[in-house]
């Protein structure tokens, strides 16, 4: 597939070009940001506009339920693992075959789009303006060593460093969610019926923390700074208010991030903080749950922009009201504080 839309950002105006000698000197800065969030939203839009956005939906549907298949003829009792960082971060034979299928299907479906993966990344590469497919062969990988029927494969599509379609697919439990960019976001269950989400169309306001089913996943590192920071926002979270806790109903560790951003955009999750994971966690999550209406905060307090590859995400769901504020109630737990991670 020829990217002649890429031939567009080539004339893209120069950051000049926003400015006459008659501009005043106090021109203020916001107005100059919100002009160059208009110009990126602009360029996203003539290049998704070259795209068929259903025919690709539609491949990555087809790869996931391949992947679904390899995912669920392995033996997880035999297949080889291997540690990455320690002990709590693996990888078995079985993703990287994943991996290595969803690539070279792709490959020769879109030949020149990009492709960045959990298991194929390298330190240097960074995700571009390009057409890129962001796979995590296996989200979960430790549930699926353990057996754990909570463990999906993931693939989103990127245009200019923005999700435009997302599949998350749950071979285990034979769910499947999938979003496009302006077209909402659906669930496939395992009896065929596809319901548009979230799942109850008239979601309730967000009136707090106390009202809120909030998951957090723990991640593969254990000790230090960062720890600290998830184990005393959590137990904050769960503390009744009369020790000066937030009292949320509870916390829910499904596992698995990218499934983590569909419950929350189903609405059977109302929040999910994470600091830590990786952009092919989230990717395909982040449409979704836009598409169902939520919302992608930082996980680190006043970042309402964060970036794909921050490593830092509050997911909230969608509701009439009450967002903002349960965004910056649960940053005022972590007092002060912040993640800080290696990008």
């Known amino acids: 597939m020829a990217l002649s839309a890429m031939s567009s950002v080539a004339s893209t105006p120069a950051m000049s070009d926003f400015s006459s000698a008659g501009t005043p000197a106090s021109s203020s800065l916001a107005s100059s940001i919100s002009s160059l969030r208009d110009l990126d939203k602009a360029l996203v839009e003539c290049l ?8 690709i939906r539609d491949t990555l549907i087809s790869v996931a339920q391949a992947a679904g298949e390899m995912m669920l003829n392995a033996d997880p009792s035999v297949d080889t693992s291997e540690t990455k960082k320690n002990s709590s971060d693996r990888v078995t034979a079985t993703d990287k075959a994943v991996e ?29 303006d390009a057409p890129t497919f962001v796979c995590d062969p296996i ?49 496939q269950k395992p009896n065929g019926t596809v319901h548009r989400l979230p799942i109850r169309q008239n979601p309730d306001p ?13 991640g593969s590192e254990r000790s230090g700074p960062n720890w600290d920071l998830r184990t005393n926002t959590t137990r904050k979270l769960l503390s009744a208010k009369s020790v000066g806790g937030a009292m949320c109903h ?4 499904s596992g698995s991030a990218a499934l983590d951003f569909c419950y929350v955009a189903a609405g059977q999750m109302d929040l999910f903080w994470e600091g830590g994971c990786w952009i092919w966690d989230i990717c395909a999550g982040w449409t979704i749950l836009e598409e169902a209406g939520g919302l ?15 490593r830092l995400y509050l997911a909230v769901r969608g509701a009439p009201s009450g967002q903002k504020e349960v965004v910056e109630e649960l940053w005022s737990c972590m007092e002060g504080k912040e993640f800080v991670f290696a990008k």
């Open 250 to 253: 509870s916390i829910r560790s």
């Open 48 to 55: 998704i506009g070259e795209l068929n956005l259903v025919e």
């Open 296 to 310: 992608v905060a930082s996980a680190n307090p006043g970042d309402w922009d964060p970036s794909l590859e921050g």
């Open 100 to 128: 290595a299928m969803v690539k070279a299907c792709l490959n020769t479906a879109y030949p020149d789009f990009e492709f960045l993966g959990e298991e194929s990344f390298k330190v240097s590469q960074k995700l571009t």
């Open 139 to 187: 989200d979960g990988t430790l549930n699926f060593i353990h057996g754990f029927p909570n463990t999906a494969i993931s693939l989103a599509l990127t245009v200019g460093r923005k999700p435009v379609v997302g599949v998350v697919f749950n071979p285990f439990r034979r769910e499947l969610y999938t979003a496009i960019k302006g077209q909402g976001a659906y669930l």
């Open 206 to 218: 967000l009136t707090g923390l106390n009202g809120c089913l909030v998951a957090v996943e723990w």
